[in-house]
C-alpha cells in the first residue's frame, strides 16, 4: 500500500462512542433520574462508565458506547434534562487500525467490541489527538511501510504498560474535531502519567502526534460517582 493509498473499509462496522463531560447543580441536579437514564441506556444493549471528574472540566463523565449513534443521543437528551449541563464532548466509533493486520481476531473484537470499563482500574484519562501534517513532519506523506513501522514500536511502548493501562483509540475523522479519541484505564493515575510520558518519546508521538485536552478522573458505579460529585 502506497502513500496515496485508502485504507479499505472495515468488515465490521464501529460501534458509536460518546464521551459526555458534564457539570452538575447541587439545586437542580436530579440524581435519582440521572441514574435512571444511565439504567436505561445500558438496558438497551449499550455499555456505560461513569467518571467522577477532577478539575474546571466537567464534573461528570459519561462514556457510553454500542450500534446506536441514535440511542446515545436519546442519553444526552435525558441526561440534561436530569439537570446536567455538558460542558465538553467528544463523538467517535471503534476501530480497527488500517496497522492491525495479522494481529488475532481476539484482539481486532476487543478494538471492535470492547467490554468496558476493565476490573480493577478505576484510573481514567481520555484525550483526542489527530496526526501533524507539518512540513517533513507530515504523517500523510508517508509511505504506508514507514507508517506502519512507526506504529509497531509505538505499540511496543504501549506493551511495556501491559497489566496496568488498557488503552482504546476510537476514530473520530469527519465526527468531530480530532482524528482519534484515546481513553485510558488503568489502576492508578501514576500508571497514566508514566504511559503518557513514555510513549510521547516514541517517535511516532514525538515527531507527529498533535494533542486536545485531558480529561482525568476517577471510574465508579453511578451511585458513586454521584455521591462524589455530592450528589447521592
Known amino acids: 500500500m502506497g502513500a496515496d493509498a485508502v485504507p479499505q473499509a472495515p468488515e465490521q462496522p464501529g460501534w458509536a462512542v460518546l464521551h459526555l463531560f458534564c457539570r452538575v447543580h447541587h439545586e437542580t441536579s436530579d440524581a435519582s433520574a440521572i441514574e435512571d437514564v444511565l439504567k436505561g441506556c ?14 474546571h472540566k466537567g464534573s461528570l463523565g459519561v462514556m457510553a458506547l454500542g450500534p446506536s449513534f441514535e440511542r446515545l443521543r ?3 437528551s435525558g441526561l440534561e434534562r436530569a439537570g446536567c449541563e455538558v460542558a465538553s464532548s467528544y463523538v467517535s466509533l471503534t476501530e480497527v487500525s488500517e496497522y492491525a493486520a495479522g494481529l488475532p481476531e481476539a484482539t481486532k473484537q476487543a478494538r471492535l467490541r470492547p ?3 476493565p476490573e480493577g482500574m478505576p484510573a ?52 468531530d474535531d480530532f482524528e482519534w479519541g484515546v481513553t485510558l484505564f488503568a489502576r492508578t493515575h501514576d500508571d497514566l502519567k508514566a504511559c503518557v510520558y513514555a510513549m510521547r518519546y516514541d517517535e511516532a508521538s514525538a515527531r ?24 447521592g
Open 42 to 55: 445500558e438496558a438497551s444493549g449499550h455499555q456505560v462508565v461513569t467518571v467522577a471528574c477532577l478539575g
Open 74 to 76: 436519546l442519553l444526552q
Open 115 to 117: 467490554v468496558l470499563p
Open 124 to 175: 481514567f484519562c481520555f484525550y483526542p489527538m489527530s496526526k501533524r501534517r507539518l512540513g517533513a513532519d507530515n504523517w500523510y506523506r508517508l509511505g504506508f511501510e514507514e507508517r506502519l513501522e512507526l506504529m509497531r514500536g509505538h505499540g511496543a511502548v504501549g506493551r511495556r504498560f501491559h497489566g496496568r493501562v488498557l488503552q482504546l483509540v476510537t476514530g473520530s475523522t469527519g465526527l
Open 208 to 231: 507527529f502526534a498533535e494533542f486536545g485536552p485531558f480529561v482525568t478522573g476517577t471510574v465508579g458505579t453511578p451511585s458513586e460517582v454521584l455521591h462524589l460529585l455530592g450528589l
